[in-house]
């Protein structure tokens, strides 16, 4: 079983969440995802798409606290999917160090800084907010080691695919992880940015 190849501290927020078995797409995305390869996630609504970006960002973050700039990133289309991914995030962070942190549009960008720079683990975020955080140098992502999209069909608008591959641009090195219900072009366009060598895991 692919859970058995996972941090204690997740097994034990499995165990915790009454989630026992994986799905079929977990059990055939997370070792892609735990190789460190650019993925692309395609699969239906309820294969377990959410849950496999928390799984395998915990696991790339060894699930504990460690310096102050984000280790990942989450990008998502706006405040309501930022809060309800935080609060699935929390669910599985309860008992560890791991900070996390939401950030979305209608929060003051100066208090969103000031926040940030206290210290942060997992950063969830828009495209355009994380724009704007790079642009007044909000956030440093000079630690940054995975950077996920869920449910990446509204990258499908020009504006805030455009915000995304402009922030790609200011960070270096990091493992992209981009989920989604079906490969739009638009989404696939991405390995023309900072997907290069991405493989398709499809279900």
């Known amino acids: 079983m692919v859970f058995k190849k996972l941090h204690v501290d ?17 059990t055939s995305s997370i070792p892609v995802i735990k190789s460190g ?5 395609i699969a239906p609504k309820d294969s377990g798409k959410t849950t ?3 799984i395998t960002t915990l696991q790339k973050l060894k699930c504990k606290a460690e310096g102050n700039a984000p280790r990942a ?11 309800a991914l935080y609060d699935a ?8 160090s791991l900070r996390v942190y939401a950030s979305y549009d209608e929060l003051h960008i100066d ?12 950063l969830i975020t828009t495209p355009k907010t994380i ?10 992502v000079a630690a940054l ?6 449910d990446a069909k509204f990258l499908i608008q020009q504006n805030t695919f455009t915000s995304l591959t402009t922030t790609a641009e200011s960070i270096k090195k990091c493992q992209y992880v981009v989920y989604a219900d079906a490969l739009h072009p638009k989404v696939k366009s991405l390995q023309n940015f900072f997907m290069e060598g991405a493989r398709i895991v499809k279900q």
Not at 131 to 140: A, E, R, W
Request: with cysteine; hydrophobic share 45%; aromatic share 10%.
């Open 131 to 140: 724009q704007k955080l790079f642009l007044t140098n909000g956030v440093s």
């Open 52 to 54: 496999t970006l928390i």
């Open 10 to 26: 997740i097994l034990e927020a499995l165990e915790r969440l009454h989630i026992e078995t994986p799905t079929p797409f977990q």
């Open 73 to 83: 990133m989450v990008i998502v289309e706006n405040k309501d999917e930022v809060l």
């Open 111 to 122: 208090v969103q800084k000031s926040e940030i720079y206290l210290g942060i683990d997992i």
């Open 37 to 41: 390869a650019n993925v692309f996630c």
């Open 89 to 96: 995030f929390l669910k599985f962070t309860k008992y560890t």
């Open 145 to 150: 080691k995975i950077c996920s999209v869920d």
